[in-house]
């Protein structure tokens, strides 16, 4: 019965087993709330933009009842809105900053008085514009060290910016944002137990592509990742300069996602040459590559592949389907079925 209670009057429980002048009230929701907590509180979504008095005071009551926060394994944390307020003059903007900075104080220290009870927290996820958020050091500490905090997501639409922690059971970890390569090296480097990556650059075509090889600028010499699922979508390119730099860290890649402006040949060439047998791939590339289906010929195992060619697939690229089916077999299934080719020319190829 509990599951089909709306979510209003689950957090309606929550509040009153808090008043100690409705015994009989109290006593109610006391029980109620005891039964629903694990239901309440395995996904804790926090909008700071929303009653921002009325959610510290939430946040409060999270940690005062007992057993609360061990419950929460999901938390969602939300400020999508923009900052208020235009200052006009200097003096005004640093009224303005001191009381954005005093909020932000006050509620840091709040949420990591929370965190530190939440001690089956498994995945963050943080979306929001405020980029300041991310530099809440005491707060993304608390979290890194959670024994099974393991899935990592960052979406942030203002500018960038990075965490700076330590993520030591980090496992997996995705990141979209603009240009945000360069400050995500530092937190990718700084988890070594990451074996799933995305990465996703929401920045307009117009601009340059930026070069992928920061992804791991920032591991020390002679140490390398152990990514095993990668994905690099949006206004990426990997250049060939980037080779050299990525390949080492891809040795026991098995998924690739890729979704990018260009790749240069010599990265196919690189797996091939280092052995590096990819088993789940999806692409959408700019130009049949040859160098891509001599790839795929070198080895066998492949499991599911996707494959779009913006501008075409063409004769070529059926011939180079034919060599790869002979090799892969019927292993081979492609999701969704078929090869999706560019919307001007599209074709179904079937063996």
Not at 283 to 289: G, Q, T
């Amino acid at each position: 019965m509990l599951l089909s209670l709306p979510v209003e009057l689950l957090e309606r429980i929550l509040y009153e087993c808090f008043d100690t002048g409705c015994k009989a009230i109290r006593s109610t929701c006391v029980l109620l709330c005891r039964l629903a907590t694990p239901i309440v509180f395995e996904t804790l979504v926090v909008d700071v933009d929303i009653f921002p008095a009325k959610f510290l005071d939430r946040l409060k009551a999270i940690v005062l009842g007992k057993g609360f926060a061990q419950y929460v394994r999901h938390l969602r944390l939300f400020t999508l809105k923009l900052p208020k307020g235009n200052p006009n003059g200097q003096f005004d903007r640093i009224l303005f900053d001191k009381r954005r900075a005093r909020k932000a104080r006050r509620l840091e220290k709040r949420l990591v008085t929370a965190v530190s009870f939440m001690t089956s927290l498994q995945t963050v996820k943080y979306l929001g514009y405020d980029e300041t958020f991310l530099e809440h050091v005491a707060l993304w500490d608390q979290i890194s060290y959670l024994p099974y905090m393991s899935m990592l997501s960052v979406c942030l639409y203002g500018q960038s910016t990075s965490i700076n922690s330590s993520f030591p059971y980090l496992t997996k970890l995705s990141i979209t944002g603009f240009s945000y390569l360069q400050s995500a090296s530092v937190l990718i480097s700084n988890s070594p137990n990451l074996s799933s990556l995305g990465i996703y650059d929401n920045g307009p075509s117009s601009t340059s592509s930026p070069s992928t090889s920061s992804i791991f600028s920032q591991y020390p010499k002679g140490t390398f990742s152990s990514i095993v699922d990668l994905s690099l979508c949006g206004n990426l390119s990997v250049y060939r300069s980037d080779v050299p730099i990525l390949i080492p860290h891809l040795s026991q890649l098995r998924s690739l996602e890729l979704s990018v402006g260009f790749v240069a040949s010599e990265f196919w060439t690189s797996l091939k040459a280092e052995r590096i047998s990819v088993r789940r791939l999806s692409l959408s590339l700019s130009k049949y590559e040859p160098a891509l289906f001599d790839y795929l010929c070198s080895y066998s195992g492949l499991h599911s592949l996707f494959l779009r060619i913006r501008t075409g697939f063409g004769k070529e690229g059926r011939k180079g389907m034919e060599r790869v089916h002979q090799i892969q077999g019927e292993i081979l299934t492609c999701e969704p079925p078929g090869l999706q080719f560019a919307p001007h020319n599209i074709e179904n190829y079937h063996r």
